[in-house]
């Protein structure tokens, strides 16, 4: 077991400015023997949860923390940092948190360095720290630390103030940091550094500011610093002259670490010092806002209250309560009780009905949500799922726990209308967009680097055209290279093309942006930041934005238990909005777009003649080929249409159109499998089918059989 553990590490997730990824820190931590591991990216807790669920899985214990932007002043000033008189704008300072409300301090910490302190960087100031100083430990970072910068620039007397200051507030939870990077101001630091901990009784610690992995990333690391300055294909640059003045700030094993420390070994054990302190573990527990109960109902509780709006909606749909619909309402709302899911039912229909209320259009309903005889009770869905064998447990299974998932469409020119009734009911701070990180994918990663290193944006392009999206995913440089297309790429003797192939592959997939999901919002019982960190989104058109996001992507959101909900803009439903609109208005014709008749034969023919143009998910070339040759004439067909027509299951459309007249046999693997698929012509089109036929054949129940349709869907064998 190592000695020693690295507490002042970056990962892809300070943006632009670090390659490694967390999983790449983890394995080094544990390659050499490392009791525990710390990450530190700037500013920001973007890696946080990844990085810990990695350590966990790993049996390393996670630091989590930040090097925070410390402002020159107040968070308030908006003060541009001048380099003549060395005054700058911000200082670094490294916090980790040690136990829970360390961590709640740090996501307090981070959230408002953006909303109030932001000016370049998300910047804390003194009374910010003075208040979230709980559970954290604090150390003076980098050479450009709050203290380490006052040596640099001469300013003894004030490095010691400002050290005695931390000290002050932190107690024993503050420590000198001392690094070595070879660097011309280096020696300065270690000489003075270690005499103001001594004077003061502080202990210091030896860090490593961790950018890369090994030293081989060191000219990748800095391509990638010049992506980030937007270095322009015809300025000469040498890729060599590293922006950080050496090669150094790599991950160095524990070895390497006490050798270059071995005049302060102090430095090295009071690492570990710092990891015993550091005990924070996660503990998921589902969050929702809290959904008020209207005084004019009786209901006791959220699940009475559900109940009895579910069973008015249920008199409003249907003219006779049949034994099926009753033993299928019963069962899902017993499902929804016990999985704890009311309140998202709740919420849900209420912001749906707003939405209605504020004449915002709404779509009928899509993915497996349409499954739910609640949901279509509710008005969240207008299709009744019992007609088309629309199962359940394809949305909630009562087998496997799995947060509830419901896309809802709203008119684009209308979506904010409703985002906006979710603020003022629920808060403004409780609602938050979610995060999402923008990679350097083959292609992005060939155009980036190839204008770093000069290579003309001709043969870049012929490099990125050649390289295919296959199901929605741009292939990889090593398979990509694999291709004919690129077999002279491939076996290039021009040593800028091998340095492009070399430095692409080397920066593939780390983050490049930063950017917010077109749907998602998260919804909190209070204020956001009391349950996830936030930042705020980039400025548009000149203008400073007021929208926040949060800093985990929508996946850990999910994971940690957080409602996120999406508001997808389809500006379909705004094109039949405005039809709607001009037959009213010239022909004086009011048409019920959820009453229509989906047996009209004229709607057919034009579908049937390709006449597609505008009608979500109908309107490309290939689709309008494909519904001149299957020439749909009911609903069935259409929507086996739009299940066959993506990656995958697109190949099956010739068989399903030849089988539909009489062209090709129509056969079943199993005679048990024509129950099942004699409505799709012997062919698996939905996802309902598969667990139909998992239940018919090898007697699963249907909560099993959907755990086998969500592995089938992953590629999972076991």
Not at 79 to 101: G, P, S, W
Not at 539 to 552: C, D, L
Request: hydrophobic residues 40%; aromatic residues 10%; proline residues 4%.
């Amino acid at each position: 077991m190592s000695n020693f553990v690295h507490l002042h590490n970056h990962t892809h997730y300070s943006i632009l400015d670090a390659v490694t990824s967390p999983q790449e820190l983890v394995d080094a931590a544990v390659n050499d023997g490392h009791p525990a591991v710390a990450l530190t990216d700037h500013g920001v807790m973007y890696g946080v949860y990844e990085f810990y669920k990695l350590a966990v899985a790993k049996n390393i214990k996670p630091i989590l923390g930040v090097e925070a932007y410390m402002a020159n002043g107040s968070r308030f000033d908006r003060v541009q940092t001048n380099k003549a008189e060395k005054k700058k704008n911000y200082f670094h300072i490294l916090l980790h948190a040690k136990d829970e409300q360390g961590y709640k301090n740090l996501m307090k910490l981070t959230s408002l360095g953006f909303t109030e302190g932001f000016y370049y960087k998300p910047r804390i100031d003194k009374e910010l720290l003075e208040k979230y100083k709980e559970g954290i430990i604090c150390s003076s970072a980098c050479m450009g630390g709050v203290i380490n910068a006052f040596i640099v620039d001469g300013q003894i007397e004030k490095a010691y103030s400002e050290a005695k200051y931390y000290q002050d507030l932190f107690g024993d939870d503050f420590y000198i940091e001392i690094q070595n990077h070879f660097l011309k101001n280096d020696p300065l630091i270690l000489e003075h550094a270690p005499k103001i901990a001594k004077e003061l009784g502080i202990k210091i610690i030896a860090t490593n500011d961790i950018h890369y992995i090994s030293k081989d990333f060191a000219i990748p690391h800095n391509i990638l610093l010049l992506i980030r300055d937007g270095v322009k294909t015809d300025e000469q640059t040498n890729i060599s002259d590293l922006k950080y003045g050496t090669a150094e700030y790599y991950f160095k094993s524990s070895q390497e670490m006490q050798e270059l420390f071995k005049e302060f070994p102090e430095a090295i054990s009071n690492t570990l010092e710092i990891a015993d302190k550091c005990d924070f573990r996660y503990t998921k527990h589902t969050v929702y806002p809290e959904f008020p109960i209207p005084p004019s109902s009786n209901a006791a509780d959220l699940n009475d209250y559900l109940r009895e709006l579910v069973y008015k909606g249920l008199n409003k749909r249907f003219d006779d309560l049949t034994e099926q619909i009753s033993d299928r309402i019963e069962y899902e709302l017993n499902v929804i009780t016990n999985m704890g899911f009311p309140g998202y039912f709740l919420i849900v229909s209420n912001f749906i009905d707003a939405a209605r209320e504020l004449g915002v259009s709404v779509g009928p309903g899509r993915g497996s949500a349409v499954g739910s005889l609640v949901a279509y009770s509710l008005g969240i869905t207008n299709v009744n799922p019992l007609p088309y064998d629309l199962l359940f447990e394809r949305f909630l299974n009562p087998e496997r726990f799995s947060m509830p998932d419901i896309d809802i469409d709203f008119s684009d020119e209308k979506r904010d209308l409703v985002i906006n009734y979710v603020k003022q009911k629920y808060g403004e701070d409780a609602v938050a967009q979610i995060v999402t990180f923008g990679k350097l994918s083959s292609r992005q990663a060939f155009t980036d680097v190839g204008r770093v290193l000069g290579v003309s944006l001709s043969k870049v392009k012929e490099i990125t055209k050649s390289i295919p999206v296959v199901r929605g995913k741009v292939t990889k440089i090593k398979d990509a290279l694999q291709l004919s297309d690129l077999q002279w790429l491939r076996d290039t003797n021009d040593p800028n093309l091998k340095s492009l192939i070399e430095y692409a592959t080397k920066l593939e997939d780390r983050n490049r942006n930063v950017g917010t999901h077109a749907a998602g919002i998260v919804i909190t019982p209070g204020d956001v930041t009391d349950y996830v960190p936030i930042y705020r989104t980039p400025e548009k058109e000149g203008k400073q934005s007021i929208e926040v996001a949060t800093q985990f992507s929508m996946t850990y959101l999910e994971e940690i238990g957080l409602l996120k909900m999406d508001f997808l803009g389809l500006k379909t439903l705004s094109i039949i909005e405005h039809t709607l609109d001009m037959i009213e208005l010239n022909h004086n014709i009011k048409i019920d777009i959820d009453k229509i008749d989906f047996e009209d034969k004229k709607t057919y023919d034009m579908i049937a003649a390709g006449d597609t143009l505008a009608v979500f998910q109908f309107e490309s070339d290939g689709m309008q080929e494909y519904l001149k040759r299957l020439k749909p004439h009911n609903l069935e067909e259409l929507t086996a249409m739009n299940a066959l027509y993506r990656p995958g299951p697109m190949e099956n459309i010739p068989d399903f159109i030849d089988r539909k007249y009489g062209r090709k046999k129509i056969e079943y693997l199993h005679p048990l499998m024509e129950k099942v698929l004699k409505t799709t012509y012997g062919i698996i089109v939905y996802q309902e089918q598969v667990m139909q036929l998992v239940q018919l054949i090898a007697d699963f129940t249907l909560g099993q059989a959907d755990i086998l349709r969500r592995a089938m869907g992953k590629k999972q064998i076991s």
